[in-house]
């Protein structure tokens, strides 16, 4: 597997910004696709968004388009997420997955390699 090391979560009040990293080491992971999915307690891990490395077209679930911004550096293996006008409802654990196998970018379970998380906590 691919290590995926996230970074960047922490405390915010609701309208304020996050920016959080995921690094990818090891090996160089399959797929062509890297991934940010969130967890909240009590409820299913749910897609946030997900860039193809190559041409880097983005895909966003439809509760952050417009607040969310997914960017990759390919020079450092890197992916980014940048999140903005953050909601209460955005608290979650935040985790990168690579290794993408399948159809949708979507389905948590087409992602073979997953970062350990990183906590997001937005107060109201």
């Known amino acids: 597997q691919v290590q995926l090391v996230e970074s960047g979560g922490g405390l915010v009040q609701a309208g304020g910004s996050l920016r959080l990293s995921c690094a990818a080491s090891?090996?160089?992971?399959?797929?062509?696709?890297m991934g940010w999915f969130r967890q909240a307690p009590g409820k299913e891990r749910e897609f946030v968004t997900a860039?193809?490395?190559?041409?880097?077209?983005?895909f966003y679930s439809d509760s952050v388009k417009g607040r969310f911004t997914i960017s990759r550096d390919r020079a450092e293996n890197t992916v980014y997420l940048q999140m903005n006008s953050l909601k209460p409802e955005d608290t979650a654990t935040y985790s990168c997955?690579?290794?993408?196998?399948?159809?949708?970018?979507?389905?948590?379970?087409?992602?073979?390699?997953w970062g350990q998380g990183t906590q997001v906590t937005v107060s109201s």
């Open positions: 860039i193809t490395w190559s041409g880097g077209s983005t």
């Open positions: 997955a690579a290794d993408f196998s399948g159809i949708s970018v979507r389905r948590w379970s087409n992602y073979g390699s």
């Open positions: 090891g090996r160089t992971f399959s797929g062509g696709v």
